[in-house]
């Protein structure tokens, strides 16, 4: 079982939609990451939280530390927002990723 | 925006062929990494450094090597190419010393072996 795991690992919907990924860990960690992918391969990072809820833009990311858990959610999606999201999470100096999530958003 | 760069950025060569693949960057960050990763998977670590002279195999076995002689540049070299060697390799840096490890991600290079 991978220490990071994300849902769905493909989603598909139209635009204008609310968009939730989920993501969920099973180790500790000092921070988690949500990057975010696209098909030319280059990664941009979107958020670091250690707790509660970061906004920017249409994009919100919670983390729930109890519950060792995080979504990042895209409100209004946009055929621009068709990429691979990717869930990380800090641990002992090193990152963890997890397989990411393929969002393709129809026009 | 991020200012860590790869050379080249798409690579089709042949097997036994040495090649080495540039990972450069202009903020002063101190630790480097060298990720692998092939289509639709995660991200593995393959190498680190935390400053000069520095290097560490990361959690994924590889044949590659890395050198640090410069705080901005961290390449990485495969001896021999083989096929098993076609991957997309990422380079990325972050601060020494930075608890939670924001990590700033070069655009790649994509490596085929014939």
């Known amino acids: 079982k991978n220490e990071v795991e994300q849902s769905p690992q493909n989603l598909t919907a139209q635009e204008g939609e609310f968009i939730t990924i989920n993501c969920s860990y099973s180790?500790?960690?000092?921070?988690l990451h949500w990057l975010q992918q696209h098909p030319g391969g280059g990664i941009v990072s979107l958020f670091m939280?250690?707790?509660g809820k970061k906004k920017h833009g249409r994009l919100i990311a919670t983390i729930n530390i109890q519950e060792k858990h995080s979504s990042l959610h895209i409100t209004a999606s946009h055929p621009r927002d068709s990429a691979v999201y990717i869930c990380a999470v800090s641990r002992n100096d090193k990152i963890i990723f997890g397989k990411g999530t393929r969002l393709h958003i129809l026009p | 925006e991020a200012d860590i760069y790869q050379t080249p950025r798409y690579l089709v060569i042949g097997t036994g062929k040495k090649i080495t693949l540039e990972c450069s960057q202009t903020m002063g960050h101190d630790k480097m990494y060298w990720y692998q990763q092939d289509p639709g998977m995660e991200l593995h670590l393959i190498h680190y450094?935390?400053?000069?002279?520095?290097?560490e195999k990361g959690d994924l076995s590889s044949e590659s090597t890395v050198s640090r002689i410069r705080t901005e540049h961290f390449p990485l070299t495969l001896e021999s190419a083989r096929p098993s060697h076609t991957s997309q390799y990422l380079c990325?840096?972050?601060?020494?010393?930075?608890?939670?490890?924001?990590?700033?991600f070069g655009p790649g290079t994509r490596l085929t072996v014939l």
């Open positions: 990325a840096s972050s601060e020494h010393g930075a608890t939670y490890n924001e990590q700033f």
């Open positions: 450094s935390y400053g000069v002279n520095s290097t």
């Open positions: 939280l250690s707790s």
């Open positions: 180790v500790g960690i000092s921070a």
